[in-house]
Structures are given as structure tokens and as C-alpha cells.
């Protein structure tokens, strides 16, 4: 057993303040898997805030009495004609900024769904960089989520973000662990794993499970 371990979970619906007040320490498998931390989106692939993600950090904050370093995720607009990289990171702050009463923000950058991405890996990754860099300059924690597929098929062999980048990285094999990660874009570790999706929770949430080890 990881005696330090928890669950992460992330959720797209809209969820109260008592929701997450039932959710919190629930367990939901084994002895390991105890929800204990909340992600939002904060931005959608239509480059527009997610006002519903929004609501639901700050449902969280509440809920748990602030007590916690709020975390979203952003799945930039990549297609013809969206704001450039870091106008969408701007605009996502900003959004987050005007709801949230913290000065202090995780941010998780989506790179996944290679049918939705341009096919020009090299454009790829300079976009990705300038989401990156953009949101570093404005003082957030800024970390990627992908899986070593969905990596490859963007942009490739692509290594040269900062080794301050955390990795969260997708493997639905329903384990609460990462002995399944392989190296890739840098990364010799993974610092969160989202092992499954869509699962009906407690409480009346839909949400995918992510496993971190502290």
C-alpha cells in the first residue's frame, strides 16, 4: 500500500459546494484511493473561459475552507483563426482572476486529441512553448497534461521545456500507480496519472480519477 498517496479528480458538470462537502475524503476502490484534490477547466477548446470549470474551483475553495492551492487546466483553441497561445492564456487568467480570491494558481495546459491539433509538429511546439512561457510570466505553476501517444503524434520528440514542468500524463489502465510510465518529451517521471475516465463517483459526480504519490 502507498501510504502517501491520494486521488485527484477533475469534472466538467456543474458541482455544489455540498457535492464536493460529500466527495471529499470519500474513498472510491481500494485503500488508496481517497479523493482528496479537485482540478476545473478553466478554458475549452472554443477559446472561451469555462465558466461552469470556474465555479466549480471556487465550489472547492469553499468547500474546503480555502485551505488548498486552486488547480485548472486550460484545452487551448488550436485551430484556424483561435487567439494566438498567449492571448488564451491571458484571457484564461484573467477569467480566474475575477472569480477567485487567490493569488496563487496551478496550471495544467491540455496536449491531447491529435485530430484536433494542426499537423505541423515544429508549429506545435512553438505554440505550446508560448502557452507555457506566457502563463509562467504571469506567476502561475505551469505543468502539461498528455500521454506519451498523444505527445508523440502533436509534436513530437519535443524535450526542451523546463525540467520545472511537471508531468500529467493519461494511461486508463484503472491502476493506482505509475508502473506503467515509460520516458518521453524529457519527463523520466510522471507527477500525476489519470488511470481512469467517466467513472460515476459519490455524490452524484462523473469524474475522471487521477493517482499522485507525495
Known amino acids: 500500500m502507498?501510504?502517501?498517496?491520494?486521488?485527484?479528480f477533475d469534472a466538467i458538470q456543474p458541482i455544489t459546494v455540498a457535492?464536493?462537502?460529500?466527495?471529499?475524503n470519500s474513498t472510491v476502490g481500494g485503500p488508496t484511493e481517497q479523493l482528496k484534490y479537485f482540478i476545473g477547466r478553466i478554458w475549452t477548446s472554443n477559446g472561451k473561459p469555462d465558466k461552469i470549470g470556474i465555479q466549480?474551483?471556487?465550489n472547492f475553495l469553499i468547500a474546503t475552507n480555502y485551505f488548498l492551492v486552486p488547480q485548472g487546466y486550460m484545452f487551448p483553441c488550436v485551430s484556424d483563426g483561435c487567439p494566438s497561445a498567449s492571448d488564451q492564456v491571458k484571457s484564461a487568467w484573467n477569467s480566474v482572476k475575477a472569480s477567485l480570491n487567490s493569488s496563487s494558481f496551478v496550471l495544467w495546459i491540455d496536449v491531447e486529441g491529435e485530430n484536433i491539433w494542426p499537423k505541423n509538429k515544429t508549429a506545435n511546439q512553438f505554440f505550446v512553448q508560448e502557452l507555457v512561457g506566457k502563463a509562467n510570466s504571469l506567476g502561475l505553476r505551469t505543468n502539461i497534461f498528455t500521454s506519451k501517444t498523444f505527445w508523440d503524434l502533436i509534436v513530437g520528440n519535443f524535450k526542451t521545456l523546463s525540467t520545472s514542468t511537471l508531468l500529467w500524463y493519461a494511461n486508463y489502465d484503472g491502476q493506482p500507480n505509475m508502473n506503467d510510465f515509460q520516458p518521453f518529451g524529457g519527463w523520466?517521471?510522471?507527477?500525476?496519472?489519470q488511470y481512469a475516465k467517466n467513472i460515476a463517483g459519490p455524490c452524484g459526480i462523473t469524474m475522471n480519477k487521477n493517482w499522485f504519490q507525495y
Request: charged content about 10%.
Open 188 to 193: 523520466r517521471s510522471g507527477y500525476m496519472k
Open 56 to 58: 466549480n474551483i471556487q
Open 19 to 24: 457535492q464536493f462537502q460529500c466527495a471529499i
Open 2 to 8: 502507498y501510504a502517501n498517496s491520494s486521488v485527484y
